[in-house]
């Protein structure tokens, strides 16, 4: 798959020749070691990235991916945008450099980042190339509030086991949310003028006590300022008019702008 996305990198001088079929040779490669009866499924954030797109409905990736693996069937989750970009807000906190949401949410405005979370632009070009039936919206949301019911959904739409997946799932989470205090340590790091982290200047056992403490403690909250929020919500309610309309996704009842 690496194929696909390091030959749509914006930059001439990252980007590398598609070479389809040697994709296509990893491909069948990697289908013919999946085990009989199982489903294949392939996910990857990188698909999604802002250095593969010049622009939300830049079709590049989406009709490469159709040229390398032929027929297949696309999941796109979708989220709050707002609610999304305050997540990633808090994981970059997790880097080296602190930076304010102003700050940060300027730096996302430079390219395409923000943009990207135009769903519905997204989710018609690959349909282009797939096929509207065989790409399926599902927004986090609804996992959320009803874990059964989004379970089902998926699973009949990629043809697998849902029962099977509900077990699995079941008070199953990952990937938790930076804490509080992790958030305040980011800051105070920055203050004091420093891009390592403290715990590397410490003993082994003191830094895993202090690293044990600070990652601990309840989930780091944090809410986009109005103007930012406004600013946000300005760039996708059109996009997520017809991401409902024609998906028929219940963006209102989940507080998507519209």
């Known amino acids: 798959m690496r194929i696909v996305w390091d030959s749509c990198h914006f930059n001439p001088r990252r980007s590398a020749p598609f070479d389809v079929e040697r994709g296509r040779q990893l491909w069948r490669e990697a289908l013919a070691s999946v085990p009989p009866g199982k489903v294949p499924v392939f996910s ?30 696309i999941v796109i ?14 994981v970059q906190t997790k880097g080296p450099r602190y930076m304010a949401p102003s700050e940060w949410l300027a730096s996302k405005r430079k390219g395409t980042a923000l943009l990207l979370y135009s769903y519905h632009a997204m989710a018609a070009r690959f349909a282009e190339h797939f096929g509207r039936e065989n790409v399926g919206v599902f927004a986090l949301e609804n ?9 089902r959904r998926l699973c009949s739409f990629i043809g697998i086991d849902a029962e099977r997946a509900l077990d699995l799932l079941r008070n199953e ?7 509080q205090r992790y ?17 590397a200047m410490l003993p ?5 006590a ?27 309610r059109e996009d997520n008019r017809r991401l409902a309309e024609e998906w028929q996704l219940p963006l209102k009842q989940y507080g998507y702008p519209l």
């Open 77 to 90: 989750m979708v989220r709050h945008q707002v609610r999304m970009i305050e997540s990633l807000y808090l």
């Open 210 to 236: 202090f690293n044990s403490f600070v990652r601990g403690g309840s989930e780091a909250s944090f809410e986009l300022p109005p103007r930012l929020r406004a600013e946000v919500e300005s760039l996708y």
């Open 173 to 179: 989470r990952r990937n938790r949310r930076v804490s």
């Open 44 to 73: 990857k954030e990188t698909l999604t990235m802002p250095e593969y797109y010049v622009s939300p409905d830049d079709g590049r990736v989406a009709a490469r991916l159709f040229q390398l693996t032929g027929p297949a069937r």
């Open 204 to 208: 082994r056992a003191v830094r895993e």
């Open 183 to 199: 958030l305040i340590y980011s800051k105070l790091r920055k203050r004091m003028g420093l891009y390592m982290p403290i715990g």
């Open 143 to 151: 996992l959320k509030s009803d874990v059964a019911d989004f379970t």
